[in-house]
């Protein structure tokens, strides 16, 4: 079935080193967004993305939007303590199911 | 506004017992989500209602769950029997598809464990 692949599924780095989040579909995206969710927490919002191409900027993160549609990215410069937690993509095409996530741990 | 607030927030019960789950969706989100959190198998979508009908519950495990929104303010995600397999983060959240974004806002979850 339709499915979005998120990798990596873990990433360990050192504060202050940057971390990246894929995820890709098989079949265009009407639009995708993403989410964090802190260790025992629930996931939260954190932005949407709908235009092919699409880039925005959030501080140190930011987010892009294939030309195709069918693929996205998270990318957080110079981590922080404050980055842990798992990053989840949620393919918005009439269903709202997330990608598998990506558990990102830095070292202090 | 409180959020999503869900019931109970934690759960043990035995293996054959009834268990059921609630939600009360932020006032005006005319959508509802039920998600099933495990190591193993991440976030998975259960159900999902639009302005109070179910709309897809192919993620729904088996018969032995079952969900209903008898109105706008309340959900409940009901497993009988339950089974250790069963033992997860449930999350209910909700929506407005009339918003901007279409963001979900997720409650605390129900930590169920069934032993």
């Known amino acids: 079935g339709q499915q979005v692949m998120q990798i990596p599924q873990y990433q360990h780095v050192q504060e202050g080193e940057d971390f990246t989040t894929y995820c890709n579909s098989s079949t265009t995206l009407s639009n995708i967004q993403w989410y964090k969710q802190r260790p025992g927490g629930h996931p939260v919002f954190l932005i949407q993305?709908?235009?092919?191409?699409e880039v925005k900027k959030q501080k140190r993160l930011t987010f892009q939007f294939g030309e195709a549609k069918k693929n996205s990215s998270l990318h957080i410069t110079a981590t922080q303590t404050t980055d842990v937690g798992t990053y989840f993509c949620l393919r918005n095409n009439n269903d709202m199911r997330f990608g598998a996530g990506t558990r990102l741990t830095v070292k202090p | 506004d409180a959020g999503v607030i869900q019931s109970p927030r934690h759960e043990v019960t035995e293996m054959g017992q009834e268990v059921t789950l609630r939600c009360k969706p932020i006032s005006g989100h005319n959508s509802l989500f039920w998600y099933r959190q495990t190591m193993m198998r991440g976030l998975e979508l259960l159900i999902y209602f639009n302005n109070n009908v179910p709309i897809d519950d192919s993620g729904m495990p088996e018969d032995r769950f079952s969900a209903k929104m008898p109105n706008a303010s309340f959900s409940t995600l009901k497993i009988q029997p339950s089974e250790p397999r069963d033992s997860a983060v449930y999350f209910c959240?909700?929506?407005?598809?009339?918003?901007?974004?279409?963001?979900?806002?997720f409650g605390e979850g129900s930590r169920l464990t069934v032993l």
């Open positions: 993305l709908v235009k092919s191409g």
């Open positions: 959240a909700s929506s407005s598809f009339s918003e901007d974004t279409g963001e979900l806002f």
